[in-house]
């Protein structure tokens, strides 16, 4: 062979390794002109009908980890890493709470984030708070979301309590959060259709992307605070903020998300925060930086009652 053709050989090569790693790591779809539609005026409705509305919202970060950048935002560094927290919420009533989120235990916290923060102090108390609870409600079936449910000492006490959707129970990564046998049958699904609301103060809105059961929990405190809650739509808010999601091989190959629902997902979220501001408080799920400007603004509260 000469010299000639196998530096074209060469050439083509590496021509298709950097095609390769541009799609993988930099490339994200552009946003469908008819974005998902977000319904926000009947998620307010929804969720200011039926009773008292929820006197404050308590957070209380289970674990810490760390992802290089270019995993939470399609392009950005390789070098660099981004904080992620794993935190639960607690919706606080004059006559009761609600737990939303769950996090995980800490087995599975040392098999994906082995030598990151595990706070088995505020699993602890989480476990409690669900045990007193009227409801548990989670943005989407991953493990670092049900984790808590799925590892329960207490699942038998809490599993009536438990309000997974038809499509959380069912999705095709829900095993992924190692339910004890028969745990997921023993669940009743919790289905509806469009805006609903489960009790005062919130309301649900499905939006399959990052996974099949994926929805948005609206809340609005009485005090006239208003939050949204994303889940892993966006693993920060640099996601929603640059119309940006994961790249190929963290959204594609690893989550098998649909890309182009997320992206849309995003887009409308951009939208409505262009529009509200600080009216309404978009909440991503893992962005540590968010959460601290949040309990230091003391818009959430630090820890569970």
Do not use: C
Request: glycine fraction near 8%.
């Amino acid at each position: 062979m000469s010299r000639h053709r196998k530096s074209k050989i060469v050439a083509a090569i590496i021509a298709v390794l950097a095609l390769s790693v541009y799609l993988l790591l930099f490339r994200a779809p552009s946003p469908d002109p008819a974005p998902f539609a977000l319904q926000l005026q009947q998620m307010r409705e929804a969720a200011g009908r039926g009773g008292a509305l929820p006197l404050r919202l308590n957070a209380l970060v289970v674990g810490e980890g760390r992802f290089p950048s270019m995993a939470v935002v399609a392009g950005d560094s390789l070098l660099q890493k981004t904080a992620m927290s794993f935190v639960s919420y607690q919706l606080v009533y004059a006559d009761g709470s609600i737990i939303l989120e769950t996090a995980h235990d800490r087995a599975i916290h040392e098999d994906f984030f082995s030598g990151q923060p595990f706070y088995q102090e505020n699993f602890d108390r989480m476990q409690q708070a669900m045990r007193k609870s009227r409801m548990i409600l989670v943005t989407h079936e991953h493990m670092d979301h049900v984790g808590g449910i799925s590892h329960s000492p207490y699942f038998n006490e809490i599993r009536d309590r438990v309000h997974m959707t038809a499509e959380q129970i069912s999705g095709p990564t829900t095993a992924a959060a190692r339910w004890p046998e028969g745990a997921l049958q023993s669940l009743t699904p919790l289905r509806y259709d469009g805006v609903y609301s489960p009790a005062p103060g919130i309301a649900l809105l499905k939006a399959p992307g990052h996974s099949q059961g994926t929805q948005l929990i609206y809340l609005r405190l009485a005090d006239g605070k208003e939050f949204l809650l994303i889940g892993d739509i966006a693993w920060n808010m640099q996601n929603v903020d640059r119309v940006r999601g994961r790249p190929l091989l963290v959204s594609a190959v690893m989550l098998r998300e649909n890309r182009q629902a997320v992206v849309d997902q995003l887009s409308a979220l951009h939208q409505l925060k262009e529009e509200m501001g600080e009216r309404v408080q978009i909440v991503a799920a893992h962005d540590s930086v968010q959460l601290h400007s949040l309990l230091e603004r003391g818009l959430i509260h630090e820890g569970f009652e």
